[in-house]
């Protein structure tokens, strides 16, 4: 809040405004010859209508922190999937969630690819004494297996498949950062060494585009990384653009052609930004805001839509339940359901059913199991209808 101070003669007192504020400084210092009159009808009633002004406002004040109290904590609690009633007028579709599965081995900040038609892979993460592990984990849409392990433990690291290749981008090993590219061919539990980043990058966004990978952001292990750097099996790695920021531990989703760049963390401080970025003309720009700022969130592409899933509102400490629906169309960002509790670092990816959300860290501080379907709007009309 500023503070005003009125000046006294020198300051003001040269100009009008000064001298009249002189001669009423002076005036109230004479003393009333005899007793003190009373004040005029007129008086008492500006006297009252200034008092009842200012209860008014003080009134006002209070009803709006109040307000934005009850905004904050129903944005924060966990609870049903649907949006509470603040949100309705500017909520989108709600969210549907259903647990049709589980992971062998709880873990959060895994690298996620596709596995068949309805299924994923998960591969490495974090377990629940929070130290990377090698172990790959194959979920066919109701039973998980695990076909087979990394060549090393490997957490934070980002993966995209290319001609039916998958490739693992940087992440951090039980030493630190690593700048490998490894490949690991589908049907085949062998694993090469295809490249190498221009550094060591660990908690960058993946996302790719045609027959390329986008290596997005990232730490070195200890700077945030600003970087966008490209990477075929033909072209190898290159930096191609940057973001106006470092970010790490960000999101990352490709749609029609575009890849959208969503929260992360910039020197510990958590990220509203949603940054487009076109592989095409390498062009970047903030494109959106999120309502709150998350890192290490989840998010996948859904009828038109990139659904953001839960995430640290401030690094490490504080989960969100939330679910958020960005437009790319129109760039605004709705609420649209509640996850059934906060969870941070969990794995999404976009399957014809919906999206699978796997694992991720609880409030407790526990590791997940867990993997939901979120189902969002028509699409769950959809499936209800459809049996």
């Not at 849409?141 to 433990?153: F, I, Q, Y």
């Amino acid at each position: 809040m500023r503070s005003f101070v009125i000046a006294r003669p020198g300051g003001l007192g040269a100009g009008r405004f000064g001298v009249q504020l002189d001669r009423m400084h002076a005036t109230a210092r004479q003393p009333h010859a005899g007793s003190p009159r009373r004040a005029s009808p007129r008086q008492r009633a500006s006297a009252f209508g200034a008092l009842l002004a200012s209860l008014l406002a003080i009134l006002a004040v209070v009803v709006a922190t109040l307000g934005l109290l009850h905004h904050h904590a129903l944005t924060l609690a966990s609870g049903p999937t649907k949006p509470r009633s603040h949100a309705t007028s500017n909520a989108g579709p709600m969210a549907n969630l259903m647990a049709v599965g589980s992971l062998a081995d709880a873990v959060s900040g895994a690298a996620v690819v596709p596995d068949g038609s309805e299924g994923a892979s998960f591969l490495g993460g974090l377990d629940t004494a929070n130290t990377p592990i090698a172990t790959v984990q194959s979920f066919n849409g109701s039973t998980t297996s695990a076909p087979g392990t990394l060549p090393a433990p490997l957490a934070s690291a980002g993966a995209a498949v290319l001609d039916g290749t998958t490739y693992l981008f940087g992440g951090s090993d039980t030493v630190g950062a690593t700048s490998d590219i490894v490949s690991l061919a589908s049907g085949d539990s062998s694993a090469t060494i295809a490249g190498s980043l221009p550094q060591p990058t660990e908690g960058a966004a993946v996302a790719a585009s045609g027959n390329t990978a986008y290596v997005i952001g990232g730490s070195d292990g200890v700077n945030d990384l600003s970087s966008i750097v490209s990477w075929s099996p033909t072209a190898g790695a290159s930096t191609v653009a940057s973001l106006p920021q470092g970010v790490a531990d960000a999101a990352a989703v490709a749609y029609e052609g575009v890849i959208y760049v969503i929260g992360g963390t910039d020197a510990g401080a958590t990220i509203f930004a949603i940054y487009r970025f076109d592989p095409a003309t390498k062009a970047v720009r903030k494109i959106a805001e999120l309502p709150i700022a998350l890192t290490e969130t989840a998010a996948a592409a859904d009828d038109g839509s990139i659904i953001v899933l839960g995430g640290y509102r401030a690094v490490g400490v504080t989960a969100s339940s939330a679910i958020y629906s960005f437009s790319p169309a129109t760039a605004q960002v709705k609420l649209v359901g509640l996850l059934p509790l906060r969870l941070a670092g969990a794995m999404a990816i976009s399957r014809p059913r919906g999206i699978l959300l796997a694992g991720g860290v609880e409030p407790s501080g526990q590791t997940s199991s867990t993997i939901y379907r979120v189902e969002i709007g028509e699409r769950t009309t959809r499936s209800r209808s459809s049996g």
